[in-house]
């Protein structure tokens, strides 16, 4: 069974410039997460997605940050413009349901903001 | 609010050394914890679900248990390739998230 596709892996660019990350879930699952987590630190949700709906995006910082959820399957996330503060691993996970269920990770974009 | 803490932050054992990681949780009805082994440059990897207090889960050198406060994630024997960050995530019956800790950083020397 083929795992939650992420790219680009890694990305370098300058403050104010904007960046998009990509991701592609396990073929079935409905619950799509994107979260963001700094070095050191546990991961943080930025948005939830339910097929294509948005289920939780309480954390999403909506002047600089968006998401979207095409046909209920692949996800981008879109920065722009960046801040330093926004250097960090970008997971992408999924899931079968919502609250009980095990997420399954990709394996991340690192972003480096200069 | 929703917390989940992990203790220690970091931990070195000598190969074989047991020891165990804490999760402690303080969320309004506990809907599942979670266990999961993040390697460097890699996202988390999903080890155990525990769902009620009094319920354990074992694989290989890893056993996780739950009490109504806490979680634990006992290593025995451990050997370096052990060695990774280990993060809890609790989910609540109120919402859907899954709210996890800053994880334990795990170094096993040979």
Known sequence: EAGVAQSPRYKIIEKRQS??????????HATLYWYQQILGQGPKLLIQFQNNGVVDDSQLPKDRFSAERLKGVDSTLKI??????????YLCASSLGRGARELFFGEGSRLTVL | EDQVTQSPEALRLQEGESSSLNC???????RGLFWYRQDPGKGPEFLFTLYSAGEEKEKERLK??????????????????DSATYLCAATTSGTYKYIFGTGTRLKVLA
């Open chain 1, 80 to 89: 722009q413009p960046a801040k330093l503060e926004d250097s960090a691993v």
């Open chain 1, 19 to 28: 960046v998009a990350f990509w991701c592609n879930p396990i073929s079935g």
């Open chain 2, 24 to 30: 402690s949780y303080t969320v309004s009805g506990l």
């Open chain 2, 64 to 81: 996780a248990t739950l009490t109504k406060k806490e979680s634990f994630l006992h290593i025995t024997a451990p050997k370096p390739e």
